[in-house]
């Protein structure tokens, strides 16, 4: 059994949305779209993508521009390791290929934070390279069309389901194929609540005529998200507050924040922050009042934060580890830094307190 590519077609060409990466064969520009849509929903993405754009029109200006620039850009899209390897690749363009983005497999798949999907999509899309591109939308498409109901989290059943693609993919039609593939599974054969009724397969397919959809796509249980404590502390100086910029590797790599860190076994989010400041700068701070708790999810855990007010004491002065990048700034400059998406849930709260006027305990006191 194969799927009817040409029903597929058909019906990508009446339903597809009207995106505005779909009006352009330009390389970058379906680049771009592509790494922000990695685990993002699409009207999240469009207002980032046009805004990228308008900022950094092509790949050399792109390289050209600054890490702190490209992630104030992405600033509430997450996943900011997509950025930066963007960033990096833009670089690699530019010095390797004198500005001109690679248009073979070898070539592009070695740029960084180029993958086999990105690859795929990419390629096909902008340069009819056929090759399948296998994300979320598209296994769920082809393992209940299939009946596939093997663990899809298995290498194996990725690298099935690539290779059996592979040799539907119609010539001169990769790009609209895959992108066939993705718009059905994102209007049409949801995860939940598919619309099995109205999909151009639905004559052919395995899940539907067995009245097994919801059995597919196949995955271990999910052993449950942590959630974590934390506390980090605004630490006042006058009319300013002390931040630090985080590596560039890592979780939230090149994003500024607050000092502060996870609970220790018994610890009162109190006790966290007076030890993290500790250990973080070198300074012992005086809890003046907690500002908020945020409560704030992730990809794969979730954190509990306390914000709080505090000052120096002591010789009043922080001695943060070599190399750490860090300002003292007022309210009015925050907007001017890319920080995590928690900490915007306690700005307006911050602001609100620090405006000009308002009685307040003074941090510089004893």
């Not at 469009?46 to 790949?59: D, N």
């Not at 996943?79 to 592009?108: C, D, Q």
């Not at 979780?251 to 924040?257: C, I, P, S, T, V």
Request: aromatic share 10%; glycine share 8%.
């Amino acid at each position: 059994m194969k799927l009817p590519v040409k029903a597929l077609l058909e019906w990508y060409k009446k339903n597809k949305r009207d995106l505005p990466w779909r009006k352009t064969g330009d390389i970058y520009s379906i680049w771009l779209s592509e790494v922000m849509l990695q685990q993002t929903q699409v009207n999240t993405v469009i207002p980032y993508y046009l805004k990228f754009l308008e900022r950094f029109p092509t790949i050399v200006s792109l390289a050209d521009g600054s890490e702190q620039d490209l992630l104030k850009l992405w600033e509430g899209l997450g996943y900011y390791s997509r950025a930066r390897n963007l960033h990096r690749a833009a670089g690699v363009v530019k010095n390797k290929y004198s500005g001109i983005i690679p248009g073979t497999p070898g070539e592009f798949g070695e740029l960084p934070g180029v993958g086999p999907y990105i690859t795929a999509a990419v390629l096909s899309i902008a340069r009819d390279v056929s090759l399948p591109s296998v994300d979320g939308n598209v296994t769920r498409v082809y393992t209940r069309f299939m009946g596939i109901a093997d663990d899809i989290t298995r290498n194996s059943t990725k690298k099935r389901i690539t290779l059996e693609l592979q040799e539907i993919i119609p010539p001169g039609s990769a790009g609209d194929f895959n992108q066939a593939m993705m718009e059905l599974g994102a209007l049409v054969c949801s995860p939940r609540t598919p619309r099995c009724e109205v999909c151009p397969l639905n004559k052919s397919c395995t899940a539907y005529k067995s009245g097994t959809v919801n059995l597919y796509p196949y995955k271990p249980p999910n052993p449950g998200v942590p959630e974590y404590k934390v506390s980090i502390g605004i630490i006042l100086q006058n009319d300013c507050f002390y931040i630090q910029k985080r590596p560039s590797e890592g979780h939230l790599g090149g994003l500024w924040e607050f000092p502060g860190g996870k609970a220790k076994n018994h610890e009162t989010p109190e006790q966290t922050l007076i030890r993290e400041c500790a250990e973080e700068l070198g300074a012992t701070v005086r809890i003046l009042e907690k500002l908020t708790l945020v409560r704030h999810a992730y990809s794969h855990f979730k954190i509990s934060m306390s914000v709080f007010l505090c000052a120096l004491t002591g010789d009043r002065d922080i001695h943060p580890s070599p190399g750490i990048d860090y300002r003292w700034i007022t309210a009015d400059e925050l907007d001017d830094y890319p920080f995590p998406g928690a900490n915007h849930k306690f700005f307006p709260t911050l602001k609100s307190f620090l405006l000009p006027g308002k009685t307040r305990q003074n941090p510089g006191g004893s």
